[in-house]
């Protein structure tokens, strides 16, 4: 069972970039599905990015698509999430997620996932 430690958030200003990095406890490439959420207080928790096990695919939200990109390095069991012009809507909690379902797969969808991270805050001031 993997375990999912997130890091890197924290508070900058709009238009700012930021990196979060998400430490998997074995690894993932070879056997995860990996996404990214979010929830922002008083809200549904949203799906911004995922990365097929293979590294080759990847899908982002409609709101982040284009400013974020997914990666992992494998050798170091982690997988990023490259925040860049970010706005004050982007302010929420991040999650990281896995998935070993070789049977299902929707990237967009939070069931997907079987595994799950603390999560990190990211704060955008304007």
């Known amino acids: 069972q993997v375990q999912l430690v997130e890091s890197g958030g924290g508070l900058v200003q709009a238009g700012d970039s930021l990196r979060l990095s998400c430490a998997a406890s074995e690894r993932t490439f070879s056997r995860y599905h990996m996404g990214w959420f979010r929830q922002a207080a008083g809200k549904e928790r949203e799906f911004v990015a995922s990365?097929?096990?293979?590294?080759?695919?990847?899908y982002y939200g409609s709101s982040v698509k284009g400013r974020f990109t997914i990666s992992g390095d494998n050798a170091k069991n982690t997988v990023y999430l490259q925040m860049n012009s970010l706005k004050r809507e982007d302010s929420a909690v991040y999650y990281c997620a896995a998935s070993d379902d070789p049977n299902y797969y929707n990237p967009s969808r939070g069931d997907t996932y079987g595994y799950w991270g603390q999560g990190t805050q990211v704060t955008v001031s304007s």
């Open positions: 990365i097929v096990w293979t590294g080759r695919t990847t």
